[in-house]
């Protein structure tokens, strides 16, 4: 792996940095404690312009916005910022005019920046949002959830939701600079963290088997802080650009990215998307979980490996069975139903990642929806 | 240049096919009478997708979308349509909502199609919902105006205005077929079609000496139809695909498409874009007999070029001079701040394609403000 320490480094011993070579448009991830503080000279090292426009949420802006502003005005940058609502709701038609207005008014240009401070939400807006106006200025993630850090910040995916679904209208637009202050997730919930480790352990189960049994030694480590979590994220991080270097659009490859969140994504709709009864990376446990029982089932891998992979999730914390979501589920065609969404799909085969084993996953586009259902009906709660 | 005719076009003489050789994202513009009737064969011969949601105003829509919508139904392209009022007010956040919305609803996926028929308002604003939907869909250009089928509907720049400017909203969005139905153009009025022309002369005086003499001559035949009329979009849309694919961003080359687009958009401010008093093509015209003005004022190029350009434009009735804008300008110092929109540049000095002579323009980014404000101040109306 390609991860090496940034220059200056030296005091800063555990930093680590991750390059994604995008022809024309690569960029740095670094990964450290304090990055927050330190905001501005990353950016004005690499990017021209000395305009920024801060998109926070009101939760992450208590803690951090001060500070961030700070950094950018020792270094000279002039930054507006906007709080937005915290949660899902906020990844809006309207909340994006609101933040293209912001931005309109900032008088950012094509070399400055829109900054996104928060999680997956504001990321995926504020992304949004930068690549639209000017028809594209530049952008920094400071991501300051697990998830965020080693999932949605990396690989240019911004969106919002509409009637019609999650993610239905948005762009590809790489950031030039991604930040994740490692320190930051100090402040998650225990239940937030944990959520965010299952993204971690999804890059073990796809492809990196050694990474998987280093997460089930060192998985406590990684909770507290400390080196090892700064380790996991870069290796999640460079795991996750090696892969949208591959396949920038999600035309083959990117695709493994998504084990575990077929059943995920099902599951997620089932419960409305309330998050008191499932987050997006307890969703995504109990899928890895399925995709591993279910490829064991079609007699692709052995049942062992999908009992290591649940016996780890659950000794972190996280849920890998659907028994352990609160409140009743639909039957199980609706499940299926989310699965298929599409009638034309359901006609046909359906595409899932399966496996072979932990680190041996593979795209499957040829999964009869039968045996699907049959392996929910089993598997659900009686 | 490389423009051929396309399979099967014996029996159609006059069609001609430009390929903009875009890497991964190549595409044919053909041009040619009657290519509306037709559009069905031509996009299933070319896309995978068999649904495509149509965009287009009133105006156009009441002339051409039965035939369009006959044509894909006949070659088995399940179609919906939306009309939108005809005008610049429609590149709004609010149209750009309503058609999303519309595209999402006729569950358009990535290979279908998002088809824009109309003029420029309707090929951006539809541009930039292909561009947004699902992260990017098909997109099909049927411009019905001269204005778009030589400049807008190639290139793919998509977007939509706001209370701080114009097009300031959009992503860079390529179409995958243009269609420039010649014949479309028989019902523009008049002035609708002098308009477009102004930026067929624009790639004559940019780069293509023999181009602007070929047609001095030759004008007339391209107002009245046929080969000639087909002869100019064809060079005019081959002209803009080679700035295109050299700099597809704008970061170089590409600049040069704004020959005569400085002074015509201070013009268009100035006039609070009131079409009744100046369209674009009309500000175009005027800007470019001053580019060339201004160029021999600086000793750059001879006041016959000049000449030559004002009497061409002229000939075929475009307004050549402010004086000849209905209704007041604002003072000259207004008119330089259209022009430098920014305070920073304003300060420093200013960017504009100047001219060596007809045929041989550059970009100079180095006019200082003080000498475009002498210049505009001397060729005001008294």
Redesign the interface.
Known sequence: MNISKPEGASERSAERLVHVPLEGRAYDILIGPGLIGRAGGEITSRLKGRRAAIVTDEHVGAHYLEALMDSLQTDGIEAVSLSLPAGEKTKS?EHL?TV??MV??A?I?RNDAVIALGGGVIGDLAGFAA??????VRFVQIPTTLLAQVDSSVGG?T?IN???GKN?????HQPDLVLADSAALDSLSEREFRAGYAEVAKYGLIDKPDFFGWLEKNWKKVFEGGPERIEAIAVSCQAKADVVVEDE?ETGRRALLNLGHTFGHALEAATQYDSSRLVHGEGVAIGMVLAHQFSARLNLASPDDAKRVEAHLREVGLPTTMGEIPGELPPTEKLLDAIAQ?KKVKGGKLTFILTHGVGQSFIADDVPPSEVLSFLEEKRPK
């Not at 690549?131 to 594209?136: A, H, L, P, Q």
């Not at 239905?168 to 590809?172: A, D, E, I, Q």
């Open positions: 038609l005019s293209c207005d309109l008014t008088r240009e690549g639209i106006v000017r028809r594209g995916k969106g509409t009637r019609h239905l209208l948005g762009v590809f659009r599409d």
